[in-house]
C-alpha cells in the first residue's frame, strides 16, 4: 500500500510565513525493509544539472515584429568568445500563456457538493508591477509620467490582469488588485523620495562625477567641478588661495556624493529584487515595469544585477523599463537652477559631464531590459505610448541554456553573444553576460527552487500524465473543507531497482490562491515509493491518487498542482478553479 504523508516542505520555506506557520507533522514508524512504502523526515534529494546559465532572446524582423518560427540549431551562443554547446531550448509563446485554466471535477459522493463553474474572465492571468523610482526621480518628471501611467490604466487594464504599485524607497505601495480607483489614488501620493541627497550642493556634481574624483583621480572631472565651484561660491578665479578652497570643496562634495550615490543606487536595486521575489509568488503572467531615470551602478554591484536578472528568468519574470526623463536634452550655459555665473568653457564641460552621466545612467535599465526579454522605453516624450510598449509581452521568447565548461568559481564577468543563422536581417535582443558564480549550487536546494517556481507558474507541465479533481464539503455557512486529488500516471516515470525493489519519491505540492492571485494555504506531499515488480506492474494501469485537504471559507479559489519524481527529475503542474458558494 501507498500511504502519501503530509509534511512541511523545505521547499515551500519562503510561504511558511504566509500560511502562518508549519503543518503539523507525522511522526513516521521506523521503517521495514520489507515495507513497499516507508516514510522519513529528510526530503528527496533531486539530481540536478548546476551552473545551468539562462539566456531569454528576443529576435525581431525589419518590422520590429518578434520572430517565433526558430530552432535550437538557428541559434550559436558564445561565452567569452568561444561556442558553447545550447543544453536547453524552449519558446515562451504569449498565446500559450493565456490559456483559460481548466479542471475536472470529481463525481459527486455523499455530502459533498460538485463544484459550480467559474467564470473564467474572473480569474486573473497577468500581473504588473509598476516600480516607480522614487529616490531618483525629479517632481517634474514624475508628474509627466504619472500622468501617463493614469491613462495608461484606464486604457490598458483588463478585468484579468492584477496590477500592483510600488516604489524604490518603499513609502508607497499598493498590493495587486483589480480595483483601479486604488491605483489612481495610489499614484497621486508617490513623490520624489531621495534617501541620502542634500537639495543642494556646490558645487552641482552628479554620482558619476563624484566616482571619477574620488575613485579615478580623474584630473579633468576635478577641474570641472573646480570651475563650477568657483561659480557658485562667487570667488574670484585668478586668486589661489580662492582656487584652492575651490578644489578642497570640490572634493569635499564629490565624497558627500559619491556615498549618497552608492547607497541610493543600492536602494534601488534591492526594492527592484523584493519586486520580483513579490511577483514571482504569483499564479500568471508576471511583468515589471521600472519606472526611472536610471541609476549609475558601479563594479561592486554587478553582482546584485546578474543575481536579480537570474532570479526573474527562473521565475518567467520579464522587467521592462521606461526612462522618465524622456527625450534627454542639455541646456547651453546651464539653466536657471544653477547657481553663479560659469564661463562658455566651464558650462560647455559641465554640459558634457550632465550627458555622460545620463548615459550611464540608463545603461541599468537596459541591462534588466535585455537580460530578461522586456522592452526598453527611452529618449522619447511619448510616455503615453512608452507604457503602452513596455506593458506589451514579447509574443516569443526563446529561452536557451547552457552548462560553461570549466568555469572557475571566481565571481568574473563572462561576456555573452548570441547569434542567429539567418538570411534575413533579424534583430537580436540577449542579456550581454553573466558573473561566475563563486560557490557551486546545491542540487537538492535547486531542486526545491524548481518546486516552488512550478508553483508559482501558470504553466502547464506534462512531463508525468496527470489529472486533477476537486471535491468540498460545506460544514457551515462559514466553513467547508475542500480536497485535491491529483492522480499521477506512473508509466512515465523512471524507477531505480536497488535490492530487488523499484525506487522512485513522489514531491506533491497544492497551492490555493484567491482572486487576486495572494496564496491563501498550500501543503505538500510525498509518496516514497520502494515498489516490487508485482506492484509496480499493477500500478502501471491504476497510478496513483494523492488527497490534499484544506479548511477554507466559502468563496472562489484557484488551485495549483505540482508534482516532481526524484529519480528522473520529471515534473507535472496542473491549473484549476473552483467556487464554494457563500449559501
Known amino acids: 500500500m501507498l500511504r502519501p504523508v503530509a509534511r512541511p516542505c523545505p521547499c515551500l520555506w519562503v510561504l511558511l510565513a504566509v500560511w ?44 520590429g515584429r518578434a520572430v517565433g518560427d526558430l530552432h535550437k540549431e538557428d541559434f550559436q551562443l558564445f561565452d567569452k568568445g568561444k561556442p558553447q554547446t545550447i543544453a536547453s531550448f524552449s519558446v515562451e509563446t504569449l498565446a500559450g500563456q ?46 509627466q509620467v504619472r500622468a501617463a501611467a493614469e491613462r495608461h490604466i484606464d486604457e490598458a487594464l483588463v ?16 498590493d495587486f488588485t483589480d480595483d483601479r480607483a486604488k491605483l489612481h489614488a495610489t499614484l497621486l501620493r508617490i513623490t520624489p523620495q531621495p534617501v541620502a541627497r542634500t537639495s543642494q550642493l556646490c558645487p552641482d556634481v552628479s554620482y558619476y562625477q563624484a566616482d571619477l574624483i574620488v575613485n579615478q583621480n580623474d584630473p579633468m572631472a576635478l577641474q570641472a567641478a573646480v570651475q563650477a565651484a568657483i561659480a557658485c561660491m562667487t570667488l574670484d578665479p585668478t586668486d589661489p588661495a580662492s582656487v584652492q578652497t575651490a578644489q578642497s570643496m570640490s572634493r569635499a562634495t564629490a565624497s558627500q556624493v559619491f556615498n549618497a550615490g552608492e547607497e541610493e543606487s543600492r536602494v534601488a536595486l534591492r526594492s527592484l529584487r523584493d519586486a520580483v521575489r513579490r511577483i514571482a509568488a504569483t499564479p500568471g503572467q508576471r511583468s515589471i515595469i521600472l519606472v526611472s531615470p536610471g541609476f549609475l551602478t ?4 554587478h553582482q546584485d544585477k546578474t543575481e536579480i536578472m537570474d532570479h526573474a528568468i527562473r521565475a518567467n519574470v520579464i522587467i521592462s523599463t521606461l526612462n522618465a526623463r524622456g527625450l534627454y536634452t542639455i541646456v547651453p550655459g546651464g539653466d536657471a537652477s544653477q547657481p553663479g555665473f560659469q564661463s562658455a568653457t566651464a558650462a560647455r564641460v559641465g554640459a558634457q559631464y550632465q550627458l555622460a552621466s545620463s548615459q550611464a545612467e540608463e545603461d541599468v535599465l537596459a541591462e534588466m531590459t535585455y537580460g530578461t526579454g522586456g522592452v526598453f522605453f527611452h529618449n522619447n ?25 570549466n568555469l572557475k568559481l571566481n565571481g568574473q564577468l563572462h ?18 553576460g553573466y558573473y561566475a558564480p563563486q560557490h557551486l549550487a546545491d542540487p537538492q536546494e535547486t531542486a526545491k527552487q524548481e518546486i516552488q517556481d512550478a508553483l508559482f507558474s501558470r504553466e502547464e507541465l506534462r512531463d508525468i500524465p496527470l489529472v486533477m479533481h476537486t471535491q468540498f464539503f460545506k460544514s457551515s455557512a462559514e466553513s467547508a473543507k475542500l480536497a485535491v486529488l491529483a492522480r499521477v500516471d506512473v508509466k512515465h516515470l523512471h524507477f531505480r531497482k536497488e535490492n530487488g525493489r ?27 515509493m520502494r515498489l516490487k515488480d508485482q506492484t509496480l506492474e499493477s500500478r502501471l494501469n491504476s497510478g496513483i491518487t494523492v488527497k490534499s485537504s484544506f479548511d477554507v471559507t466559502p468563496g472562489s479559489y484557484m488551485i495549483r498542482l505540482v508534482v516532481r519524481d526524484s529519480e528522473g527529475q520529471l515534473m507535472a503542474a496542473a491549473n484549476g478553479t473552483v467556487d464554494i458558494p457563500m449559501n
Open 20 to 63: 502562518g506557520g508549519a503543518q503539523g507533522q507525522t511522526q513516521p514508524s521506523p521503517p521495514n525493509q520489507n515495507d513497499e512504502m516507508t516514510t522519513r523526515d529528510t526530503p528527496a534529494t533531486f539530481r540536478t544539472k548546476v551552473n545551468l546559465v539562462l539566456v531569454p532572446v528576443v529576435v525581431r524582423d525589419r518590422q
Open 98 to 143: 493565456t490559456e483559460p485554466v481548466k479542471t475536472e471535477t470529481a463525481p459527486q459522493v455523499s455530502g459533498e457538493e460538485s463544484p459550480a463553474t467559474v467564470n473564467l474572465a474572473d480569474v486573473p492571468k497577468r500581473f504588473v508591477i509598476y516600480l516607480f523610482d522614487d529616490v531618483h526621480i525629479s517632481q517634474t518628471d514624475l508628474m
Open 159 to 174: 478585468p484579468t490582469d492584477r496590477a500592483a504599485i510600488y516604489t524604490t524607497s518603499g513609502r508607497t505601495t499598493l
Open 298 to 301: 558601479l563594479a561592486d554591484l
Open 381 to 405: 516624450n511619448d510616455l503615453v505610448e512608452g507604457f503602452k510598449r513596455v506593458a506589451a509581452r514579447p509574443e516569443f521568447v526563446y529561452v536557451l541554456g547552457f552548462s560553461p565548461q
Open 415 to 432: 561576456t555573452l553573444k548570441i547569434t542567429v543563422k539567418s538570411p534575413s536581417k533579424l534583430d537580436v535582443q540577449a542579456r550581454k
Open 502 to 528: 523499484n525506487q522512485d519519491d513522489l514531491t506533491v505540492v497544492s497551492g490555493l490562491f484567491d482572486r487576486n492571485g495572494k496564496l491563501v494555504t498550500g501543503n505538500s506531499k510525498t509518496v516514497e
